[in-house]
Every structure is written in C-alpha cells, then in structure tokens.
C-alpha cells in the first residue's frame, strides 16, 4: 500500500504563513507528478498547484503568485508555501501522486492523502 501523509495544517492567523507538507511511503515504486488540491466548506475539491518529477511545477490560475509548490525527490515529499494567509484559504488541503506500486510497476495509478485542514481567521 502507498500511504500519503500530510502534515502543516491548523489554525492561522490572516497574513500568517503556511507550510504544508506530504509524505509518500509503503510501497513507493516511483513518483511522477505529486501536488496539491483543497476544498473550501461548500464548495468542489480544486486544484492548487503540480510539480513534476523534475521539479517543474504548474499553478493553478487562482495559485499563481501566491503558492509556491517544491519537492524533494530523496523523501518523496512535497511541500506547500503562502506567505499571507487570507481567510478564503480555510479549506481541507489533499495531497495527491501519480506514481506506481512496487507490485503493479508498470501501471500507473494516483494516490491521495487523507487531507489536513487549514483554518485562517480573521
């Protein structure tokens, strides 16, 4: 089983910074695209932000300028940053990757994290 472990989240204050991060472990094959969805109260679960294995990410329209997304190969792990915090940020933050099972490796399959939330007041 490939296990997604996200860590980071919690309440914040408005202009505070948030760091997520996200672990893959268990039987890790390899690790294409990891990234970053949310989901605010009421509303559909939407993309943040991508970055491949080479390290080039991809934001989504309402994430460029204000996330930054990087990851470290080595620990299969990938990270999450905002400088300033606003209040429409609360949501559940899921961790996602493409990648393979050490059983099946030649067939591609995406794993998600359980989600962490994130709560920034005002």
């Known amino acids: 089983q490939v296990q997604l472990v996200e860590s980071g989240g919690g309440l914040v204050q408005a202009g505070g910074p948030l760091r997520l991060s996200c672990a893959a472990s268990g039987s890790v094959y390899s690790i294409d695209v990891m990234g970053w969805y949310r989901q605010a109260p009421g509303k559909q679960r939407e993309l943040v932000a991508t970055?491949?294995?080479?390290?080039?990410?991809a934001y989504a329209d309402s994430a460029k300028g204000r996330f930054s997304i990087s990851r470290d190969n080595a620990r299969n792990t990938v990270y999450l940053q905002r400088n300033s915090l606003k209040p429409e940020d609360t949501a559940v933050y899921y961790c996602?990757?493409?990648?393979?099972?050490?059983?099946?490796?030649?067939?591609?399959?995406?794993?998600w994290g359980q989600g962490t939330q994130v709560t920034v007041s005002s």
């Open positions: 996602y990757a493409e990648g393979y099972h050490i059983s099946t490796p030649w067939e591609p399959q995406i794993f």
């Open positions: 970055i491949g294995a080479r390290g080039t990410p």
